[in-house]
């Protein structure tokens, strides 16, 4: 018989192996996070500001800038709170929200990227009907099914999880209540979960991926056909913004957790797992703004705008 405690809290490591870099990684990661949520807090403005930018394209990455505010602000803050206070200490709820929060919020990337993906396969190879099937209705329901099949799929992870039992230990060698380093602390039987976590990332990650590539296989040989280059070259650029995004998000997440498992793997994974947290929210309002022209204008309309009621006020 196992004498079963119960855990009321958590008590989260962060990053307590580097005692000396605590105050660097607290400005680095206060830096990023100030930065990436100004930056997509900025194109949801610019989105919901300009009627031009109301087209299916930018709906949805109006979305995905909503979403990558969410999955920061899930684990960041927390995780500047241990950097600058040492208060690692985190409630068994908070603790399984803040799970469920993260592994939801990547779910719901992946399928919003896919809906983007399919966005992309209807402008390309079938122009003519593109604003007969990517009316507002259809748009709203790509983008509404990612938010509750990510929301709702991660639910019997959460509710198994937190029915757990934890009797050896409540340290968390890890900046957020992440699933594998929780699943290292219970002493309850976790090869189910281990089965519902393969399932729900072949569904999440894996079956996205498939739709996605085969969207951008149907891109490819149709931008293959155009004889011009010039409308071989317009025809990328439209799809160029999301196939950046798409490398960036498939590349950092395969880099954090297809690394060789070792006894030192979640330890190896926190600086990791914190860039991959903050890289694709603080670079996707780059890379869009950078190679979309209607973001570019309707941004420097903006800035234009502020800049005349400035010189206005000045002079009145």
Known sequence: MVNHSS????????????????????ILFS????????????VICIVCADRHLHIPMYFFLANLSI???????????????????????????????????????????YLLLTAMAYDRYVAICDP??????????????LAGASWITG???????????SQFYFCDSNVVDHFF?????????????????????????AFTAFTP????????????????????REGKSKAFSTCSSHLTVLILSYGTMM?????????????????PTAMYIVTSPLLNPLIYSLRSKELNVALKKVIGRKSMLLVNKHFQ
């Open 7 to 26: 855990v009321t809290e958590f008590q989260l490591l962060g990053f307590s192996e580097f005692p000396e870099l605590q105050l660097p990684l607290f």
């Open 31 to 42: 830096l990023l996070y100030t930065m990436a949520v100004l930056g997509n807090l900025l």
């Open 67 to 109: 979403l990558d505010i969410f999955s920061m602000t899930v684990s960041l803050p927390k995780l500047l709170a241990i950097l600058l206070t040492a208060s690692n200490a985190i409630s068994f709820t908070a603790c399984i929200v803040q799970m469920y929060g993260f592994i939801s919020c990547v779910g719901t990337e």
């Open 128 to 141: 003519l009907r593109y604003p007969v099937i990517m009316n507002k209705r259809i748009c709203a329901v």
């Open 151 to 161: 929301s709702l799929d991660v639910l019997p992870h959460t509710v198994t999880i």
């Open 177 to 201: 209540c992440e699933i594998t380093a929780l699943l290292k602390l219970s002493c309850s039987d976790v090869s189910g979960v281990q089965t519902m976590t393969f399932i729900l990332s």
């Open 209 to 228: 991926f498939l739709l996605t590539l085969a969207s951008y296989v149907f891109i490819i040989s149709t931008i293959l056909k155009i004889r011009s």
């Open 255 to 271: 880099g954090v957790y297809l690394q060789p498992k070792s006894r030192g793997s979640v330890k190896s994974n926190k600086l």
